[in-house]
Each structure stands twice: as structure tokens, then as C-alpha cells.
């Protein structure tokens, strides 16, 4: 396809073609378009990328000569020329994916200087300073972003000079200083490289956008990916835009603003700008930025025509905008416009907002809003009270809100090992970089002494959800030594601090917090979402704890209560050892007889907390082994404890080892075997029902699900079981009482057979935790030791186990739910694996005619969300 257009003008687009421009090219020219000054250049789209892995990591020369006859059109827009000693274009190039991904991949600032055409911008400006300071950030930003050369060896070039000349900051260099600078850092690159720093502009550009075209397939791109649903396939576009500078004096600028407050909501301009600077200045939190309002003070026409332009996009995009300007000499310009990452707290009220405003449908509204975001809103909060206890160690800005407590860690790779051996963290950084991004996911709170409320922390985390304060200057971070020092106390690696997000304290110990509840902005916000859904939302909930947790999150019912988990409480166990140790009938039976009423006392509690909400109950599932001793002198103790011989107890123990307990003797083989386990779990099932129904006057219907099922007898066995069981005890209460009989289908072969099944089944339930397990051959607990590989290797873009691999395990879903209804019209159908709570998910639960979701208590309103996000997008 050699005629196939690959690069396009920015007055070539407009905002409909975000999946070919990428969200950046596809709003510079909807803003070009809509006349707003921008400066000129063009797109290479994101089929581009994809052409580049195609050929090789190389850009075709069908490709190159399109780059050539966009950047000539360029030239003639702006009249300067590429490489031109006398009228330099100096151009950025700079990652544009379909969705913001904040810092993820890579940009490069001033391409087009070299030794001749810095003298040109040097006449031009009359600012020799400028000239060279503008060469120096591109040959350090060039060498690191297109070469690999570490950023932090230029840096110490820099801070070397600063040092010996005794000032603080890179405007205190005068242009000599600068010079110096640009002279070391072409040494270290030839030193590094082996070869002069390039000075043809053409080669600079054509590795740059290799650069930012392979930056797609960084760690910290693909981390990003995997943690936000975004496919590999999709590829970046890349933006080449002719440079404005901020840094041409004190008429100049540059800054990053919101047209309402992303931490908040609040509909007011938030924003901070920096006098003398480059965009990356603010971004990266080197210099400490001024609010937004304070450009009135300094450049009041670029203030108003910013406030007007800044009102106009958002009104046009309908959305909160994240907007990047520049004023280059008292002309102001907009680099970027984007709907912007904000906190869950500011996204409801925004959302509310709009609709109030008349800007927005609630069917909108709630499309604006990812589920994810909730999960933010759905953790502990600091207690009101408690705080008033505590004074702050240090105050820094609230930039992204929430309670965070752990341990400090200063490095991302700590962070990220402890957060996996189970610790709470904090990642305490003097300025956090894209690099950081495994450690900020695994935080509970991000701290860093730098940076604004519109730093890469801050953007990030609220992105995420994390509480995150920056710029807590008061700090003396060493990351060396690994501790900080603040109002003369140390704190070192390991140590617990708490972070308040909402107000930037920071507290030197542990804080006690407080539950969160729906009400506000986000109980109106769920109504709608309630209002327009079809899939009902359940929950997975083995107390009655988590039961009313669930109920208050809006939960439907029960989806999976696992009675397994109730055995492991330490006055049960010894009742379930007998049971397993037993050897024969009459001895199970009477340890059945002792955990009979526990069993019955936890249903009870259950089936009061959900009321008249339908309860599914799962049978026994685990093997036996699971709920004995494997150490040799936990062993010794258990068999004094019951009255056996260790070597009698020890056989027994060893008799039951299974080499595949994922495939073993577990779920409703352990009926099969043991017939009187389901007789006493039916009895515990149906009694509670009906005392709670005399006494609280509930309509209960329970819902007995018998696990494991691959063939139609084995149901049958189990199920006749049941139906005897439970026929009896109704009819000796003289009741009348309903109850269901279903499974969960987690083996490949129940879907298979799934139209068999449904002869003996009235519900499914899909257990996707192990229908994934056993589709792909892998065990969950193990799969973490290479899942990574695959990762990095792009032959998984995520983990089967957290999004439901919809191609594979979802067509034997998909069949199933067909062949169950063939059979029986009136089968009901859920999910109760961990992907009931996965956004993406739920929508394909929602596609294939599923009646409900199930899920934890703490995904119940992202579930409810994603249910309402998927009924609009398949009405649409």
C-alpha cells in the first residue's frame, strides 16, 4: 500500500479521528480548526507505529518522504527552514496515544539545533542565553529519549557548573555558563557513543520518531497499559510541532492548567505557570510553579485571552479540559488540550455538575466516569477525631485526596517488593518520573519534596487513585542514606508515616480511619447508574460483615458464599479435622453433628443481613488436605490434641497429598465420596432459612450451588442428595418454602456439556477462576513466575485472571449460556470469579445475556457503573 497516507497536517484532522491521530493529533487539530493559536505542524498516525514493528523497528521510505513533504508545507506556514543557519524551525516530537497515558512515553524539546543554527536563534532573539539554554535541554533530552544515554549524567554536568559558579537554580547560568555546558555534553556523548552528536536536523528528527514510535514498548508504557485496558495493537501517534519558547524572558512563559479543579470539581480554573521556562519545567517539578491566577498580575492580555480560549474548549469538548500553553514573548499559544485526569471525588462532582448545567445527559454523564476511578472512594478515610490528636510532621499540597498509611520506601523497586510481601508502602521520592510508575501502583500514598499540583505525581496519582502529597519542601529527603530528616527528627526506611491527600499533612505515625459511605455527588451519580442498568449486581460474601459492607455498597444479593472459609475459624477446625480423620461413616457423621449448628448459625446472620436478596451458598470445595497440618510438629501436636498416634495421623495426612489439588479429590467429587457432607450442609442451608423466614418474616429462597460439575450425573448424584435432604426438613416444618438447586461451571467440560447440565441444573453460576485455570493449563499461584515474560514479550497484553480473556474462556461462556437455554429458558446466570468486578468484564457479561455479575463487596459500584456504561454503549 504505498500510497497509504500516513502522516497528516494538523488542518487535515479533527477530533473524530482520535484512533487514527491519537488524542493529541486529533485535538491539535480540532483547536486548529476552531481557529485557536496553535503552533503548526503534523501527525504521524498510530497505523504508522504499527507499520514500524511490522518492518522491523524501521520507518519505510513511503513513510519518510511523507515526513519530508509535511515538514516543507511546515516551513512554508511558519517561513522559517529546518537546519537554517539563519531562520532555524525548531520543532518538539511528541507521543500521542488514543487515550492520555501522563509521562508514559517520550517527548523531545528544540529538535533542529545544532552548532550553526544555535548562532541563528542567538541573532534572531538577540538572547544568546535563550539560544543556548534551548541547545543544551536538547542535547541532554535527545541523548537520553532516542539513545539511551542516562539523563542523570548530564544532570551532575549540570549541577557541577551550578556548584562551582555557587547558585541555586538553572536561570541563575548566564550564557558563557551555558556554552560550557554544551560543550561537556557533546564530550560525554561522544565519550558514551563513540560518535559526534548528530548536527543533521533531518537525522535528529527521523531518530526521534523512531524513538517515540519504540517508546510505545517501554516497561512503564506497558505497565500503564495492562493496568488500564489498553491494547498493544493500538500504537502511539506521533506529534510534530514547530516550537514556541517560554524561556525567551520575563515576557514568557509556560504552564499546565484545568478548567475546573481535578482534585476537587470545583468549577474554577486551576492551574500554575512558570515565567522564563520550558513545559517540562512544570511538568517535572524542578521549579516551583506560580497559581494560574497570578498571570492577571504579570501578562493580563495573555491572561483573559487564555481564560476565554480556556472556556471555549471546554464548552466544545462538553468535559474538564487539561490544557499545556506557552507564551512566547507576550503570544500566547496552546499546545495541547485534553479531557483531563481528575480524582474519583472531583469526577462525580464534574459529572453531576454537567448534567445540572444542562451540558450533559446522565447517560453522558456516566460514561465519563471510569468504574476503577471508584474504587478510591470505596477505602477508609482518616478519622475526623483522630486527627485532631495528632500534629503534622510537614505540610506539602493536597495533590491527589485519600488516606494513606505504610511503611517509607525511597526507591520504586522497594516500594514494589515490599507492597509483594505483603507490606503497605509509602513511596517517598524527591520528584517522582515515569520510571516510578511500578512503585506509585504499588503505594498506598505517594510523598515527594518537589513539584506542583500538576507534577507528574500529582497527574498520575490522581489518575489512579492515590493519595499523593507534593512539593513537602520541608523535607530533607537523602535517598542515599535511605531516610529524610524534617523538623530535626529522622525518618528512616521502614518507618510508618500517614498522608492526608485532601490536605497535604503529613503525620508521623499510624492513623485510625473511617469507613466510607455513598451519599453526596456520588449517591446521586449511582442512582442514575441503577436507574439505567439491566445486569444485576451481586456480591462475593462469606459473613455477615461483608454481607452488610456489600448491601451498603448497593449490593443485590449474594453471588458466592464459600463455606469453606468458614471452617477455618479456630473453634471449628477441630470439628472438620475429625470429620477428615475419621475412618468410616458413623465418626463423620457425629463431627458433622458438632459443625451442624455453627454452619446454621453463620446462614442465619447471612440470610438476616441480605433480607429478602437471593443467597447462593456454594457446597464444600477445597480438598481435605487444605485443613491440616503439613510442618511435622504442628502434626505431633494435632494428633496428641485428638487422641492419635502421630504415625496413624501422619499416614492419614500423607494419604490424602495430591500432586494436582487443583484437579483433585475437591467440590463434588468430596460428595460423591462423602454423601453425609451435602446432607449436613443442605440441613444447615435449609433450617436457617426457615427459622429466619419465622422470625424476620423474609421471603427467602435459598440457592444451593454444587461445585465442580463436569458431567450431568455427577449433578444428578449430589442434586438427589439435596432435593431428599431438604424436601424433609420442609415438609417436618410444614412450610412452604421454595428453594433452587444449581452449579458453578468452572470445568471446560460443564460448558461443553452445558445443555446436559441444564437438565439437572436451575442456575449457573460461572466460578471464571478456574474455568480460566483450567482453560489455560496454568495454576493461578504459579502463573506470576512467568506472566511477566509474556508480558514483556507481547503475547499477553493482560492477566487472564483479573480481565476475563474474553476470546478463549469467554467462548466457552458464551456457549455455555447458549446450550443451558436451549434447554431450559428459565435458567438463571451469573459470575462469581474476581472478573464480576472487572469492568471490561462485566461488559461482556452484560453482552452475552447474563442476568447478573457477582463480586467483592469493595468492586459492588464499579460493578454497578460498568453495568450502566455497558447498557449505554449497546443501546448506542
Known amino acids: ?8 497536517l494538523f488542518n487535515e484532522g479533527n477530533a473524530g479521528m482520535r484512533n487514527l491521530l491519537g488524542g493529541k493529533g486529533a485535538n491539535l487539530a480540532e483547536m486548529t480548526n476552531l481557529g485557536i493559536p496553535v503552533p503548526q505542524g503534523f501527525t504521524l498516525s498510530t497505523e504508522a507505529c504499527t507499520k514500524y514493528y511490522e518492518d522491523g523497528e524501521i520507518i519505510s521510505d513511503n513513510i519518510v518522504q511523507q515526513i519530508e513533504e509535511a515538514l516543507s508545507e511546515t516551513e512554508k506556514v511558519t517561513g522559517k527552514k529546518f537546519g537554517d543557519k539563519e531562520n532555524p524551525l525548531l520543532v518538539s516530537v511528541r507521543s500521542g496515544a488514543r487515550v492520555s497515558m501522563p509521562g508514559m512515553m517520550d517527548t523531545i524539546l528544540n529538535l533542529g539545533l545544532n552548532d550553526e543554527s544555535v548562532k541563528g536563534v542567538t541573532k534572531l532573539t538577540n538572547n544568546e542565553r535563550f539560544a543556548y539554554d534551548s541547545y543544551r535541554r ?17 544532570e551532575d554536568i549540570l549541577d557541577s557548573v551550578k556548584e562551582q559558579k555557587g547558585v541555586k537554580y538553572d536561570t541563575d547560568l548566564d550564557a558563557e555558563d551555558l556554552k560550557n555546558i554544551v560543550v561537556q555534553y557533546k564530550q560525554l556523548y561522544l565519550k558514551e557513543i563513540g560518535k559526534e552528536f ?24 506497558i505497565v500503564y497499559r495492562r493496568l488500564n485496558d489498553i491494547p498493544a495493537s493500538w500504537g502511539t501517534a506521533v506529534n510534530v510541532q514547530s516550537m514556541v519558547f517560554g524561556n525567551m524572558g520575563n515576557n514568557s512563559g509556560t504552564g499546565v492548567a484545568f478548567t475546573r479543579n481535578p482534585a476537587t470539581g470545583e468549577n474554577k480554573i486551576f492551574g500554575e505557570y512558570l515565567i522564563n521556562a520550558q513545559g517540562e519545567d512544570v511538568v517535572a517539578g524542578i521549579r516551583t510553579p506560580q497559581p494560574i491566577s497570578k498571570l492577571q498580575q504579570d501578562l493580563p492580555k495573555c491572561y483573559k485571552e487564555f481564560m476565554d480560549i480556556a472556556e471555549k474548549l471546554e464548552k466544545h469538548y462538553r468535559d474538564m479540559q487539561d490544557m499545556e500553553f506557552t507564551i512566547e514573548q507576550g503570544k500566547l499559544y496552546f499546545l495541547q488540550t485534553r479531557n483531563g485526569k481528575r480524582t474519583a471525588n472531583a469526577a462525580l462532582k464534574i459529572a453531576v455538575s454537567l448534567v445540572e448545567e444542562g451540558t450533559l445527559s446522565k447517560e453522558e454523564a456516566l460514561l465519563k466516569v471510569e468504574p476503577k476511578q471508584l474504587d478510591s472512594l470505596l477505602h477508609p478515610t482518616f478519622d475526623e477525631e483522630e486527627l485532631k490528636k495528632h500534629t503534622p510532621i510537614a505540610k506539602g499540597l493536597p495533590a491527589s485526596p485519600g488516606a494513606a498509611c505504610g511503611k ?20 517517598v521520592r524527591l520528584e517522582t518520573s515515569p520510571e516510578d510508575i511500578e512503585g506509585m501502583v504499588a503505594a498506598e500514598g505517594i510523598l515527594t519534596v518537589r513539584g506542583g499540583m500538576t507534577s507528574h505525581a500529582a497527574v498520575v496519582a490522581r489518575g489512579m487513585g492515590t493519595c499523593c502529597v507534593a512539593g513537602c519542601g520541608e523535607l530533607k529527603v537523602n535517598e542515599k542514606e535511605e531516610n529524610f530528616i524534617v523538623r530535626g527528627k ?19 505515625n499510624v492513623l485510625k480511619t473511617v469507613s466510607p459511605e ?21 456480591t462475593n460474601a462469606d459473613t455477615p460483615r461483608d454481607a452488610e459492607q456489600a448491601v451498603k455498597f448497593g449490593a443485590e444479593g449474594i453471588g458466592l458464599c464459600r463455606t469453606e472459609h468458614m471452617f477455618f475459624d479456630e473453634e471449628r477446625i477441630p470439628a472438620v479435622r475429625e470429620m477428615i480423620v475419621s475412618d468410616n461413616e458413623e465418626h463423620r457423621r457425629k463431627a458433622l453433628e458438632k459443625l451442624l449448628p455453627m454452619q446454621r448459625k453463620d446462614f442465619i446472620g447471612i440470610y438476616k443481613a441480605m433480607q429478602d436478596r437471593p443467597v447462593t451458598i456454594r457446597f464444600l470445595d477445597p480438598p481435605l488436605h487444605e485443613f491440616l497440618p503439613s510442618e511435622i510438629e504442628d502434626i505431633r501436636d494435632l494428633a496428641e490434641e485428638m487422641g492419635l498416634s502421630f504415625e496413624e ?3 492419614t495426612i500423607e494419604n490424602l497429598h495430591e500432586f494436582n489439588p487443583m484437579m483433585g479429590h475437591r467440590g463434588c467429587r468430596l460428595t460423591v465420596s462423602y454423601p453425609e457432607i451435602a446432607e449436613m450442609q443442605t440441613r444447615a442451608i435449609i433450617e436457617a432459612a426457615i427459622q429466619v423466614k419465622k422470625e424476620e418474616g423474609y421471603d427467602i429462597v435459598p440457592e444451593i450451588m454444587i461445585p465442580l460439575v463436569g458431567e450431568r450425573k455427577e449433578l444428578k448424584y449430589v442434586k438427589d442428595i439435596v432435593v431428599k435432604t431438604a424436601d424433609e426438613i420442609i415438609a417436618a416444618e410444614g412450610i412452604d418454602m421454595k428453594y433452587l438447586v444449581g452449579t458453578m461451571i468452572e470445568v471446560p467440560r460443564a460448558a461443553l456439556t452445558a445443555d446436559e447440565i441444564a437438565k439437572e441444573a436451575e442456575f449457573f453460576s460461572f466460578g471464571t477462576n478456574d474455568l480460566t485455570q483450567m482453560t489455560f493449563g496454568f495454576s493461578r499461584d504459579d502463573a506470576g513466575k512467568f506472566l511477566n515474560d509474556y508480558y514483556d514479550k507481547n503475547v499477553y497484553e493482560s492477566d487472564p485472571f483479573q480481565r476475563l480473556d474474553q476470546s478463549g474462556v469467554g467462548k466457552l461462556i458464551e456457549m455455555a449460556v447458549q446450550l443451558g437455554t436451549k434447554t431450559r429458558k428459565d435458567l438463571k446466570i451469573g459470575i462469581c470469579g474476581e472478573h464480576g468486578g472487572d469492568p471490561s468484564s462485566v461488559e461482556f457479561c452484560h453482552r452475552i445475556g447474563l442476568n447478573y455479575v457477582s463480586c467483592s463487596p469493595f468492586r459492588v459500584p464499579l460493578a454497578r457503573l460498568a453495568a450502566a456504561q455497558a447498557q449505554i454503549k449497546n443501546l448506542r
Open 1 to 8: 500500500m504505498k500510497n497509504q497516507k500516513y502522516v497528516y
Open 518 to 538: 455513598i451519599t453526596g455527588y456520588f449517591g446521586t451519580f449511582m442512582a442514575w447508574a441503577d436507574e439505567i442498568r439491566r445486569l444485576k449486581i451481586r
Open 138 to 154: 536538547f542535547i541532554q533530552m535527545f541523548s537520553d529519549v532516542a539513545i539511551g544515554l542516562e539523563k542523570r549524567k548530564f
Open 408 to 427: 517509607i520506601y525511597f526507591t520504586a523497586q522497594d516500594a514494589k517488593a515490599h507492597h509483594e510481601k505483603g507490606e503497605k508502602v509509602i513511596l
Open 490 to 508: 529522622t525518618y528512616k526506611e521502614g518507618d510508618y508515616i500517614s498522608l492526608n491527600g485532601s490536605t497535604g499533612n503529613v503525620y508521623g
Open 649 to 651: 495421623l501422619k499416614s
Open 198 to 221: 548528530p548536527q543533521d536536523p533531518k537525522e535528529q528528527l527521523m531518530e526521534s520518531v523512531k524513538a517515540v514510535f519504540s517508546s510505545w514498548n517501554n516497561p512503564r508504557a
